[in-house]
């Protein structure tokens, strides 16, 4: 899907690879150096999502993403250093939509970029069961049925969502990692199982039951639960 990407980062080399990938991709690029050259870019045309680096000179990543956030429309991914776990975190609770850990791959980069894109494009229904949870597709935030927010981390909503928009259907682990790219710290082949099993666990600890996603031996996945709005 084409989209206006705006890579806002000090490192210019790293800069101009994502730029001329991305490009290969279908994407029309701009960069920025700082907080003031993304204003500048914003001001001449608005963009749906910015690659954002978490260290920059002068206004730096989390108060750029504050401010993006509450004054534009956009999807936001923070591009961060793998000592950086306090400030992901932060970035996530101010609206950031996820995070890529530096050192990381093209094909991962674009998979999030992808991920957060579909989801902001969404067109079904805004809220979607998942077991007696409800999850807001807009937001990407999972509730209780008291209206308690599930402490999620994006790429754990991802694959919710993935679930919950298909029940009953079987879905392969190469389908759930295109509908839920993982983090470079997953390994890729059978990083689904893993994160399914870490995902089971978070909604039993929240009262849910883990079997909502069942396994189908050698095939994938399948979410047992019934669609209801």
Not at 129 to 142: H, I, V
């Amino acid at each position: 899907m084409m989209a206006q990407l705006i890579v806002v980062d000090d490192d210019e080399p790293l800069s101009g690879m994502i730029e001329d990938f991305l490009t290969t991709q279908g994407h029309a690029i701009r960069c920025a150096t700082s907080g003031e050259g993304l204003n500048a870019l914003m001001a001449a045309a608005a963009a749906d999502l910015i690659l954002l680096d978490l260290n920059l000179p002068g206004e730096d990543g989390l108060s750029i993403a504050r401010r993006m956030r509450e004054h534009h429309d956009l999807g936001i991914i923070m591009l961060t250093g793998a000592g950086d776990l306090v400030d992901r975190v932060v970035g996530l609770e101010i609206g950031a939509d996820d995070y890529v850990t530096k050192p990381f791959s093209l094909n991962e980069l674009n998979a999030r970029i992808e991920a957060v894109l579909r989801r902001r494009r969404f067109n079904g229904d805004n809220i979607v069961a998942f077991g007696s949870f409800s999850l807001d597709l807009k937001r990407w935030k999972l509730f209780e049925p008291n209206g308690d927010e599930v402490a999620l981390f994006p790429t754990e909503i991802d694959l919710i969502a993935a679930f919950a928009t298909r029940p009953g259907k079987l879905l392969s682990r190469d389908e759930i990692l295109k509908l839920a790219p993982a983090h470079g710290s997953d390994p890729i082949d059978r990083s689904i199982d893993s994160r399914i099993t870490r995902l089971r666990r978070k909604l039993e600890q929240n009262g849910q039951d883990g079997d909502l996603i069942e396994t189908a031996r050698g095939s994938g996945y399948i979410y047992k639960g019934v669609a209801r709005h």
